[in-house]
């Protein structure tokens, strides 16, 4: 049911915008946030290179992903009279305002407001006013709390806005009209206006300066220094209130304070337009509180996990890679000649959104699945749960390797429990699904016989040295629901043996094909022709398993926003810089999502840019490569075209462009499909 007290906070955004978009001009530029704002990264780079000048080992470090909604550039032409250097000639002076949207009155945790909830946002306020006024001259910086006009704005937040100098705007959403309820101040007006209260006032300085001005009109002006000078103390208390509040906004504040971005707007903005989806109404309302409250991404993912899993299969969602992966940030932090590891929890969550998308615009091509968007919740956000395991393993063997000169003291010993542990059930799931589905046979005569080499294939990629965790990933899918949840899973009113059969066991099959480790594997001509015959997987046509196609797709395209340890230990303003870490600057991630489109006559695409890396750095290369394997594995539906793009950091002229249209027909003849 729709609440009639608030509105969608992506049809806010996009009033906010339409409106000052009608104001742009020149002098006057619109942005979506402030990595994509131009004037902002250059006076970021000034400040940032002043404080290295200053001090060689010093850094100033700006996280980068704030949550913002609208920023409003406005360029003003200064007199040297407005500037507190003297030497200033009359120049051009970028002016900001930073808008935050909130869409309802929940976003304000009303009846709360002495509690935490609102001490958070007037933390996550103050936070902002203070850092930003570092980055750019606080006379210079504005903020601006967006609200619909049917929210009712409580009292006590208007004064502490009126208080802190920050604006309120209301947005007549039917009406698309635009009123300001309370001006935005800048930090230097707010601290000046309270200034001149502050002297005004009687019991403060007020006897103090009318004596002052006695002297004034009687003496000359070195009695009137000594009587400020005496009155030092009084003056100081006053800005002493403003130290303290800036220490308070900044000091202590941990990433998750104020809200960490990973996931893409453009992405979240595209549930909005979800039309076939069964649990549509709780992805939105999950969005859309997450927007308004500009809650730190990990929070997010977790609360709408767990939501998600519970209300659509009735069970708790696992915390097992949310629980163990903080640590392999730590065990692989110091790694040579690698990328250190990424994350996998919200890379999970961000395909699955990625995928809906998908599969909303291309709902009737999935209607061989009983559930479509379930299988997928399942498929996605499970991926790569068992991630901890492979890498564990890897360690490991480093570990005794290093130690006692040996490999084989470090690996987790699965192949005596393969049976006894029901791992044998659960892989003949796998197996009979994979078959079935993709191979096009059946468990009767001799298929034993004909699929050894695919047996022995996952066999040894789940009890070998050379673990894989989405074949691990799959079968701890199917034990946790097969053996432990049955009673509990519920998916509307049907039994739990047609769900696991027409649901869940595709979901596990996804998982276990999507890593190239396994499909690259199963799809290698020259490997399977040492001894094991013709290979068996040398593509995969999405008519034969659109959510294994979409799972693979997905996983290699969505490649944005994925945090790296660099992003966890710069958790300060300020922090020395070791050497050894500067060619690290960039590992939070070198793409960005540009664009994504889905036209059901037509297909999707994905477009990736690198802000910062032409296409001759290694990770770009590595990328170009990896979805050059891509495109000659899948096979997109006849009349569609599903394509991944790739610009540089200098978005000029046409992007690398990877179409999903299959092996090469002479590839196919040397690995011939069942």
């Not at 946030?33 to 002043?50: A, I, K, N, T």
């Not at 937040?157 to 635009?178: A, L, P, T, V």
Request: aromatic fraction near 12%; glycine fraction near 4%.
């Amino acid at each position: 049911m729709p609440n009639p007290n608030s509105v969608n906070h992506s049809d806010l955004v996009v009033q906010l915008e339409k409106y000052w978009r009608g104001k742009e001009s020149l002098n006057l530029k619109i942005y979506r946030g402030l990595d994509e704002c131009p004037e902002f990264l250059q006076d970021l780079e000034s400040v940032q290179q002043d404080v290295k000048n200053a001090g060689p080992e010093e850094e100033f470090y700006h996280q980068g992903n704030f949550p913002s909604d609208l920023i409003v550039v406005e360029k003003k032409i200064e007199s040297p009279d407005t500037t507190s250097d003297a030497s200033a000639k009359r120049h051009k002076a970028n002016y900001y305002t930073l808008f935050l949207a909130m869409s309802s009155a929940e976003a304000l945790n009303i009846g709360k407001l002495m509690g935490k909830p609102y001490r958070k946002i007037k933390k996550r306020l103050s936070f902002y006013l203070y850092y930003f006024s570092r980055i750019v001259e606080p006379r210079r910086f504005r903020i601006v709390n967006v609200f619909p006009k049917v929210v009712t704005i409580p009292g006590r937040f208007k004064k502490f806005c009126k208080d802190d100098g920050f604006g309120i705007s209301i947005i007549d959403m039917e009406n698309e009209r635009y009123t300001v309820e309370l001006e935005p101040k800048s930090l230097s007006d707010t601290i000046e206006d309270k200034f001149k209260e502050y002297i005004d006032t009687p019991e403060n300085l007020g006897e103090t300066l009318d004596k002052i001005r006695v002297i004034l009109d009687k003496s000359g002006t070195s009695e009137l220094k000594e009587a400020v000078k005496g009155k030092a103390q009084d003056f100081t208390l006053f800005f002493e209130q403003y130290i303290i509040d800036a220490t308070d906004a900044i000091a202590g504040i941990k990433p998750g304070d104020f809200g960490r971005r990973y996931l893409d707007k453009q992405l979240l903005y595209q549930m909005y337009e979800l039309k076939n989806i069964s649990y549509r109404d709780t992805i939105i309302e999950l969005v859309n509180e997450h927007l308004d409250e500009h809650m730190d991404d990990y929070q997010f993912v977790t609360e709408s996990l767990s939501q998600l899993w519970k209300k659509i299969l009735n069970i708790e969602y696992s915390d097992f890679l949310e629980t163990y992966e903080p640590a392999l940030l730590h065990v692989f932090a110091e790694k040579k000649d690698e990328i250190i590891y990424r994350d996998h929890y919200i890379h999970q969550f961000q395909v699955f959104l990625l995928g809906l998308y998908f599969i909303d615009c291309f709902y009737e091509r999935f209607n061989r699945y009983m559930k479509p968007e379930v299988s997928w919740l399942i498929a996605a956000t499970f991926h790569d749960m068992a991630y901890p395991i492979q890498k564990l393993d890897e360690w490991l063997d480093k570990f005794f390797k290093e130690a006692f000169l040996t490999k084989k003291l470090g690996h987790i010993e699965l192949e005596s429990h393969f049976v006894k542990q029901g791992f044998l059930r659960s892989f003949n799931f796998i197996m009979e699904q994979f078959c079935s589905k993709i191979m096009n046979e059946h468990f009767c005569g001799d298929w034993l016989a004909k699929e050894d080499g695919v047996l022995q294939c996952f066999y040894e990629h789940i009890t070998g040295p050379n673990k894989q965790h989405c074949l691990l990933s799959s079968i701890s899918l199917l034990k946790l629901l097969y053996e432990k949840k049955p009673r509990k899973i519920k998916v509307d009113d049907i039994e739990f043996s047609r769900v696991f059969k027409e649901i869940i066991i595709p979901s596990a099959l996804a998982i276990a094909l999507h890593d190239d480790n396994i499909w690259g594997k199963l799809n290698n001509d020259k490997d399977w022709k040492s001894g094991r015959g013709n290979c068996p997987l040398p593509s995969l046509e999405f008519e034969r398993d659109p959510l294994s196609f979409l799972l693979i797709f997905c996983d290699c395209a969505q490649e944005w926003g994925r945090p790296h340890l660099k992003d966890e230990r710069k958790s300060g303003i300020y922090k020395k810089k070791k050497k050894e870490e500067e060619e690290e600057d960039d590992l939070a991630g070198i793409f960005r999502l540009k664009n994504m489109e889905c036209n059901p006559e037509k297909g999707l695409k994905v477009t990736l840019y690198s802000p910062k890396h032409d296409s001759t750095d290694p990770r770009f290369t590595k990328k170009v490569n990896d979805l050059k394997a891509l495109q000659q594995f899948l096979i997109q539906p006849e009349g569609l075209e599903f394509t991944i793009s790739l610009f540089d950091k200098n978005l000029q002229g046409e992007p690398l462009r990877f179409s999903m249209t299959g092996p090469s027909a002479s590839s196919q003849k040397s690995c011939p499909a069942k």
